[in-house]
Each structure stands twice: as C-alpha cells, then as structure tokens.
C-alpha cells in the first residue's frame, strides 16, 4: 500500500511497473526525470527475475545472470509472451496477424488513475493499434477461451482473407476467358495446318523466336510501367505525408503545453513531451530521405523504360518483314490463319491451365477453412464458458453490493469485456466491483500467471467521508489469495484496516517530486550499475 498526497509518486511507482515492460503507460507529468533507469523484480511461479529498463533497452536477469537484451519492442513482446505464457493472437492494423503486447496482459488487473476509472478501456496509449482486441484479452484473462482457441480464430480468419481474395482472382480470370471465346472462339486448324507448318518449319522458327523477343520485351515494359506508376504513386504518398506533418506540427503549435494531446479526428490520446516531438522530426527527415531514394529509382526505371521500347521497336520492324509471308494461300489456309488459331489455341490452353490451378488452390483453402473452424468448435467449451460469465456475472453483483453502487449498477450482463457505464460517484465504485470480479474469476478458472490487481486512486469524483472508507476497506478485505494487491492511496487507511499479514507493507511517500533519497544512491547505483552496463554491452537476444 502506498500512501502519500499528490505529487509524492504513487502513480510514478505504479506506472513504472509497467514501463519496464514496455508498456505504453501515461505522462509520468513534467515534473519526473524521463530518463530513469528502472528495475522491477519479480516471480513467476518458483523462479525469481528482475526486468530493467534503460531508456530504449531491456533486460531480463535471473540469479544475477543476464538473460537476454533488446532494443526491439517486437521482440520484447516475443519473449514476455513466452515468459508470462500470454499467448493472443491479434490483428494489428497495419501489419496483420501478431501477437499482442504485455499491456494486454496486464490490462484487466491494472485500474490506473487517469485513464481506467471511465467506461473506455483507455488504461494505456496506443491500444487501438489492434482491431477489436477487448474481447479477446478477457475472455483469455478469464480463460473462457485459451490462446490455442484465439490462435486458431486468428488463423482461420487469416485464412478466409485469402479465399476472398481467390475468388476475386478467380472472378476476373472467368471475365477475360469469356471475353477471350466470344472474340476468337476456338476453331480447327490442325489437319491442313501441319502439311504447310512443314514447309514452313524455318520460317516459324525464325518467327517463334522473334514472338519470344517481343514477348519478353512486352513483359518488360509492363514491369517497367508498372514500376514507374507506383513509385510515382509513392512519391505521391510521401509528399502528402510530409505536407500533413508539416500541418500537424503547426497544429502541434497552436496547442498549450500539456502532458497529453487528444487527437481531434479519432480521439487518441498521445504524449506531447520535447522527445515526442524530436522523435515527430526525425520521421520527417526518414520521409525525405526515402523520397530522395524514390526520385534515384524513379530515373533508373526511366530510362529502363527508353531502352526497352527501342528494342521493341527494333523487333516489331523484323516481324513485320514476316508479314508479307503471311498471305500466302494453300489447301485454302493462309500462314496468318495458322498463326492466329495456333495463338488462340495457346491462349485458351494458358487461361484453362491457370483455372485448373486456380481452383486447385480454391479447393484447398476450403478444405484448411474447414479444418479451422472444425478445431475451433473443438477448442470451445460453450457450458464453460457460460459457467465462467456466470461466476463472474455473481461475483460483480456481490462487489457492487458491498461497495453500495447506484441501483442500476448492481447487476450486470452481456459480454465480460463490457465495463459499468454511469457518471458520478457511484461510477467508479462500480469500476472497482468489475475489476475485483475479473480478479477473483481469473483465479478460480485460469491455470495461468495472474498479474498482481493494482489500483492507483481508488477515490476518484470526490468519494465523501463515508464512500472513502468503505472502498478501501473493501480492498483490503477482498483482496484474492495468491494474488498481489497494489494500491496507491491519497490517505492513510481508517483504524478499521488491519495490515496484520506478514506479506502486507505501507509505504509512506512524503516528499513531492521525489522518491529515491540522496542516501539510498550508493546502494541502488551498487546493485544496478554493473547491470546496466552489462546489459548495453551485450548483443544477446537469447535464452540460456
């Protein structure tokens, strides 16, 4: 329990314990030192671990041994999945199937001051980086459904993306092979054909290889057109991204300073410190960079194209050499009648060929949809799951009761991920009833690593005399066996809370903007500088 009035650090604590996972947590405020090094030990299970963080670079230790390092969030991620054997498979907007990031794991057992004690899931930034991800991290949280079940769905909704796209392939494909019979319908030519294709053998050979000639060179200049449109596509692009952020930098300047900006268009709140802004330049110059990079291939591909179409050029005159051959007449065939059925026979071969395996492939991303979804029935345990919206469902009910929210909020249904909704002071009491019931249901059901349950403020909207009390008692005396309490409180607990375990521990903040004294440096430099050294200097992203 940590107690102390405002600006003496309760939230800086707390947010730092999930900032040495990477996790996008909110300002700190002005007044703290952006620059800390910060180390969190921790267990799981039997083993003992300390996570550091120095700046951009983490580290895992255990038993005083570096583990692994990275500057990489990717595959931060990567190894705190493996770690907390949180495995969710989300959908990212920009980039598809990955896994999700540790603030996800962390999320339903974290109530922080500013950004949980409202009906949005707003506890950290940057969240809605995955499409519909709420549903997913509670019902795994809660273990209604497992990460082999989200696995799945992750693949098989991965898997339905492609059979669309099949079949749109497959659509056009059907389009220009109709298109291709009702203009040059497929006619008989191989019996007179082959008795003049005799006579004629090097004649078609010399023409044979001028077809390859100008075919290839055909390909090429699509290639190459087909280059040059999407680099100039691209330039297109960067210009306009260069053009908004010079828009946004100057909205940027018309705002007062804060900690936070709330983004007008979608709502998304975002840090505004000087190293935000640094970082906001430096993508601009990455911008301007590439678009220089862009305007070099652009050239290049230029005069591809020049060169290209002279040759073509010089291949079309040879072919047309050839023309004048073409209407010489026997058994009532032309050499252009031959040609022309032979290429349409060739055409209508190459269309019925690309169908068949076309629908080779349609065939089998049926077959692995069906799989799929055969497994995900598998992995799903309706009866289950019912039984765990039920006990959280009670257990809400139970928590609201006691912690005496308004008449509309006793009850809950619908969806687990779906929070308490209603303004005043009975909101965030309700807020508390919801996070306690995923705390306690996540115990009974789930076989996994539990997060500790940490609270930061938990008398938000001027709680009175009475409510301030009851709400911390309330924590005390429905904390979960086997899982952390953390609550950070503006307060002193009432006489009527008793910290009489061995495990319970107040900690009294007093001094504002400050919470490592002058005296305690020498030991906290000797415990951690050789780690962080040893951690910048290594090159490792392993486990031993």
């Known amino acids: 329990m940590l107690v102390g009035g405002n600006h003496t650090g309760k939230s800086t604590v707390i947010r730092h314990l999930f900032y040495v996972f990477g996790c996008e947590t909110r300002s700190m405020g002005k007044s703290w030192d952006y620059g800390v090094h910060a180390a969190l030990d921790f267990e799981l299970g039997h083993s003992s671990y300390r996570i550091l963080r120095t700046g951009d670079l983490f580290s895992l230790w255990s038993d005083n041994q570096i583990i692994w390092a990275t500057r990489s969030k990717g595959l931060l991620r990567d190894k705190l999945s493996e770690l907390f054997d949180f495995i969710l498979p989300l959908t990212a907007r920009s980039t598809g199937v990955q896994l999700a990031r540790p603030s996800l794991y962390f999320l339903p057992f974290y109530i922080d001051q500013d950004g949980s004690w409202e009906a949005g899931w707003n506890t950290f930034l940057s969240l809605n980086e995955f499409q519909q991800w709420q549903k997913p991290a509670i019902e795994l949280a809660l273990d209604i459904r497992s990460s082999e079940y989200w696995k799945t769905h992750s693949e098989l909704l991965e898997q339905r993306r492609s059979g669309e796209l099949l079949a749109q392939e497959h659509s056009i494909l059907k389009r220009a092979k109709d298109n291709l019979t009702s203009m040059f319908p497929r006619q008989p030519w191989f019996v007179d054909g082959i008795a003049f294709r005799r006579e004629l053998r090097d004649l078609e050979g010399s023409a044979t290889e001028l077809a390859k000639q100008q075919d290839h060179l055909r390909i090429e200049l699509t290639e190459v057109t087909t280059s040059i449109d999407v680099l100039k596509t691209q330039l297109k692009m960067l210009d306009d991204a260069l053009q908004d952020h010079e828009q946004d930098m100057v909205f940027l300047d018309e705002q007062r300073a804060s900690d936070e900006l709330i983004c007008p268009t979608c709502g998304t709140h975002h840090a505004t410190s000087f190293h935000q802004r640094l970082l906001l330049d430096a993508e601009a110059d990455e911008l301007r960079q590439m678009k220089a990079k862009m305007k070099t291939s652009l050239l290049s ?58 629908n080779q492939s349609i065939g089998a991303n049926f077959s692995l949809q069906r799989g799929l979804e055969e497994k995900l029935k598998s992995l799903n345990n309706p009866s289950r799951g019912k039984e765990i919206r039920a006990t959280f469902n009670s257990f809400y009910a139970q928590f609201a009761k006691e912690l005496e929210v308004p008449p509309t909020l006793e009850t809950r249904t619908g969806e687990v991920q779906l929070r308490p909704k209603e303004g ?52 005390v005396n429905n904390a979960v066996e086997g899982q952390q309490v953390i609550v950070g409180l503006e307060e002193a607990p009432p006489d009527s809370v008793s910290l009489s375990s061995s495990h319970d521990l107040q900690v009294d903040l007093t001094e504002k903007f400050r919470l490592l004294r002058k005296d305690e440096y020498g030991y906290v430099g000797n415990v951690l500088y050789r780690q962080i050294l040893e951690a910048q200097q290594t090159k490792r992203l392993e486990t031993p």
């Open 424 to 475: 005043g002071s009975g909101g965030p009491r309700a807020i508390l009833a919801y996070y306690f019931a995923l705390s306690h249901t996540a115990i009974r059901f789930s076989d996994g690593f539990i997060p500790p349950l940490v609270i930061d403020s938990p008398h938000p909207k001027a709680q009175d005399e009475v409510n301030r009390p009851l709400v911390t008692e309330f924590i």
């Open 301 to 358: 591909e230029e005069k591809r194209f020049h060169e290209a179409k002279n040759s073509l050029k010089k291949v079309d005159v040879k072919i047309a050499e050839l023309d004048a051959l073409l209407t010489i007449k026997k058994n009532g065939l032309t050499l252009r009648d031959i040609v022309d059925r032979a290429g349409n026979e060739r055409a209508h071969f190459a269309f019925d060929t690309q169908e068949a395996h076309l």
